[in-house]
């Protein structure tokens, strides 16, 4: 994409690229520079920026002895982040380097236990009672829920779709996990009422093939070599160079 100039200040170019760089630096608010008038601003600003250089170059600012400290501090940061990343960026990963992590630490990857349940919510013992009475009586599931329930699931039929061990208030939490598939509990307390829960499915626990988690396991791989690598700079670097702690 061209990168379009927007102005001209004593000889340097203020383009669409700086406009972009300023915009994604003002962050959240950005939104608020959108339209033509905001766009006009922030080039102002960019304008004034570039005044502002041209101002304190004809002052000699920059042989300041503050701006040089601050120079000189800056340089040093960035010289020691640049090295940082230098050091760990070097990282790789084979693959089978990603295997033998993996097999070494398939516990870090394990599926949970989940469910698929639906529910049927009411205020009473005595209305769940005669809900699952109809229920027993052929009443679709769905169609009670529909009918009955007081939840806002109500419009799926009362599905809550797929859920881990704990994600679920404790007394829910534990009746559905001790369920069989397809079965129908009897009336569960909780806070908000009474449940009448239908267990669609339960998924075991389970370790993933490396194929299923391979992202993951990359990640965490390099991470582990990083760490590794940062310790081991760490030390042959405190052997090279002098260090005292006061």
């Known amino acids: 994409m061209e990168n379009k100039v927007l102005a001209v200040v004593d000889g340097r170019d203020i383009t669409q690229n700086d406009l972009y760089e300023l915009l994604q630096n003002i962050g959240q608010n950005a939104g608020n520079f959108q339209s033509e008038e905001g766009q006009k601003q922030l080039i102002n600003e960019l304008i004034m920026q570039e005044l502002l250089y041209s101002d304190a170059l004809a002052n000699n600012y920059n042989q300041d002895k503050d701006f040089m400290d601050a120079v000189e501090h800056m340089k040093k940061t960035l010289l020691k982040q640049y090295?940082?990343?230098?050091?760990?960026?070097?990282?790789?990963?084979?693959?089978?380097?990603?295997?033998?992590?993996?097999?070494?630490?398939?516990?870090?990857?394990?599926?949970?236990?989940?469910?698929?349940?639906s529910h049927i919510l009411?205020?009473?013992?005595?209305?769940?009672?005669?809900?699952?009475?109809e229920i027993n009586s052929g009443?679709?599931?769905?169609?009670a829920a529909a009918k009955y329930s007081s939840c806002p699931s109500k419009?799926?039929?009362?599905?809550?779709?797929?859920?881990t061990r704990g994600r679920m208030v404790p007394e829910f939490d534990k009746a559905v996990f001790a369920m069989k598939a397809g079965e129908i509990s009897e009336p569960v307390q909780t806070q908000f009422g009474y449940h009448l829960i239908l267990l669609e499915s339960l998924?075991?626990?389970?370790?993933?093939?490396?194929?299923?988690?391979?992202?993951?396991?990359k990640e965490q791989c390099l991470l582990a070599k990083r760490q590794a690598l940062y310790l081991s700079k760490q030390d042959s670097?405190?052997?090279?160079?002098?260090?005292?702690?006061?």
Do not use: C, R, W
């Open 83 to 117: 090295a940082l990343n230098k050091l760990l960026n070097s990282v790789e990963a084979s693959a089978e380097e990603l295997t033998t992590y993996f097999e070494s630490h398939k516990s870090q990857f394990k599926k949970p236990e989940t469910a698929i349940a």
């Open 122 to 133: 009411v205020a009473t013992k005595d209305e769940a009672l005669s809900v699952l009475a």
């Open 139 to 143: 009443l679709d599931f769905k169609e």
């Open 155 to 163: 419009a799926e039929g009362g599905n809550l779709g797929e859920f």
């Open 203 to 217: 998924s075991e626990e389970s370790v993933p093939m490396l194929e299923e988690v391979a992202p993951q396991v």
């Open 237 to 246: 670097l405190q052997k090279l160079y002098a260090v005292e702690i006061k």
